[in-house]
């Protein structure tokens, strides 16, 4: 029996479809879950080095969400907490035809507070940067940035990456290009880059008029927002 992430409810699980949805239009990869207590963290990776030479930081996104864990395997159980890196297509497909816990497909608010059981895919995955645990705790607030600012950065990022890379640009090349726009720092105080504000559009992670706080631990930094955080870890950690 595959384990079970019981969501309390059927809004956060068309929240979860969609950050997903985002996800993997950036990369249809991999999604690792990791699940403590009554919270699921959803780890997708949306920027990150393509070999040893490649100075780009890795960038993840994180959506966490209410969720317990039913069944879970010993094999699947790290450090005390559920901690896996499965299919993204895999979990997306089991999202999409949600049923509520122990019923059939319910409708209006009722039903939104009806709760889903997902089924953990059964397959498992071995991604590097899966491999990699921002730090839990010792997080510093180091500013913050309106969402109108991050947008920006981030659309002027795609135009240029759009503009540079013509369809017939060999792969080492795109990978250039890519690098030394998403690495361009916008905020020299934090360090934060374009690449994060990037991740933050694509993701779904901005909001008009909000400003996500920036802050950093170590080598890392977190964007803050209401919606889900990106991490960044500077490639000089590696």
Same mark, same amino acid.
């Given at each position: ?11 956060? $699980? ?6 997903? &949805? ?56 790290? $450090? &005390? @907490? ?8 895999? #979990? +997306? ?7 509520? !816990? ?7 608010? !009722?039903? @939104? ?10 397959? /498992?995955? /071995?991604?590097?940067?899966? &491999?990699?645990?921002?730090?839990? &705790? ?11 600012? +991050? ?12 503009? @540079? ?6 792969? !080492? +090349? ?17 360090? #934060?880059?374009?690449?994060? !504000?990037? $991740?933050?559009?694509? #993701? ?35």
């Amino acid at each position: 029996m595959s384990p079970v992430l019981r969501i309390p409810d059927l809004h956060a $699980a068309r929240d979860l479809e969609s950050f997903l &949805g985002r996800a993997g239009r950036i990369e249809d990869g991999a999604v690792r879950i990791v699940q403590a207590g009554t919270v699921a963290a959803f780890w997708v990776p949306v920027l990150r080095p393509q070999g040893l030479l490649d100075t780009s930081p890795l960038v993840l996104g994180v959506r966490a969400l209410r969720a317990e864990l039913e069944g879970a395997a010993d094999d699947d159980v790290h $450090a &005390g @907490a559920f901690d896996v890196t499965v299919p993204l297509r895999g #979990l +997306l497909d089991r999202l999409a035809r949600r049923r509520p !816990a122990g019923g059939d497909a319910p409708s209006g608010e !009722a039903g @939104a507070a009806a709760g889903f059981d997902l089924a953990v895919p059964p397959e /498992r995955l /071995r991604e590097s940067w899966a &491999g990699i645990a921002a730090p839990t &705790g010792g997080w510093t607030q180091a500013g913050a940035m309106s969402a109108a600012t +991050l947008i920006a950065a981030a659309d002027q990022g795609i135009a240029e990456v759009a503009d @540079a890379v013509p369809g017939n640009l060999g792969t !080492a +090349l795109v990978e250039r290009v890519r690098t030394e726009v998403w690495t361009r720092v916008i905020d020299e105080q934090s360090g #934060l880059t374009s690449g994060a !504000a990037f $991740a933050a559009l694509s #993701l779904g992670f901005l909001r008009s008029g909000e400003e996500p706080r920036i802050l950093t631990a170590g080598a890392w930094l977190r964007l803050e927002t209401t919606q889900g955080n990106v991490l960044l870890r500077s490639s000089s950690a590696r």
